[in-house]
């Protein structure tokens, strides 16, 4: 029996639990805190669905998107655990078409798109888009692959093109938060009389239309169970350049979700869809993980 002058009862730390049952209890609810894994939280304005893009985006509302980032698979053959890499020729550019007309009218008249792709296909790609949309943009991202062997019948690839796309010159697009600030011994370099307070030299340079950012080896941290998931840093440029803030995201072909980890971080809304479920289970624990460092970040 425990009366008023007793201390506080405390739950007894893990691995030196006494024979008082109430305090056994309560060391066991700490120990199983302890292992259980915790279920992933993903807010509500962003939404992983584990579906195909194709037979659901009509129930996507038109003009509703402000940014589509589309990174599909790109007809080469890739084993995403599903059939979706093996068309090839003019199937693959005839299904491509098909997701493209249906996810054009889903941008809002400020909206822009910007699909990866290769250049096997992006010669095609880009002519059909011309035909619907403004170019902006050939991105070249440099995956910076090291210099080794390779192939000895033509120059080694070692790019991704990415298209950038928008439905009118008014397209919504800020510059100020993507630009690359200078190291102090180059701004300095760049001082001269003529420069002084440009805004460039201040706030950083315009990030250009070659982004060289490494692709994602087994060892990088950033990396996931995925075959062709793309680094943060480039879908984030896109996010931040291409979608005002708290405005909405599409990616019909989210993978492990690298497009909703950039709308968490930057508190834009997304609705991505993936048909394979274990990618989805990705997507859900990178979110829960990069909504919760915002959260303790204070944004
Ligand atoms: C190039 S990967 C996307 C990678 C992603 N950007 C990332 O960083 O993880 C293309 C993805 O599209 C998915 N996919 C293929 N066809 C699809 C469809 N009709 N609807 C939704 N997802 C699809 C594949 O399973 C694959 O994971």
Redesign the pocket.
Known sequence: MRDEFDEPEVPAPVGEVNADAATLEAAEAVANAAVLPTVPVVPDTIRLLN????TDAAKLPDASIDLIVA????GLGKD???D?DMRSGEDFLAWTYEWLDLAIPKLKPTGSLYVFCTWQYAPEIFVYLKSKLTMINEIVWDRRVPSMGGTTRRFTSVHDNIGFFAVSKEYYFDLDPVRIPYDAATKKARSRKLFEGSKWLELGYNPKDVWSVSRLHRQHAERVD?P???PLEIVERMVLASCPPGGRVLD????????AVACARQQREFVG????ES?CAIARERVSAAAASAVAAGA
């Open positions: 579906r195909d893009f194709l990174d599909p698979p790109y995403y655990g599903n979706s995925h062709t998931q793309k019909p072909f989210m993978g492990s979700g690298t497009t869809y993936e048909i394979n990618y």
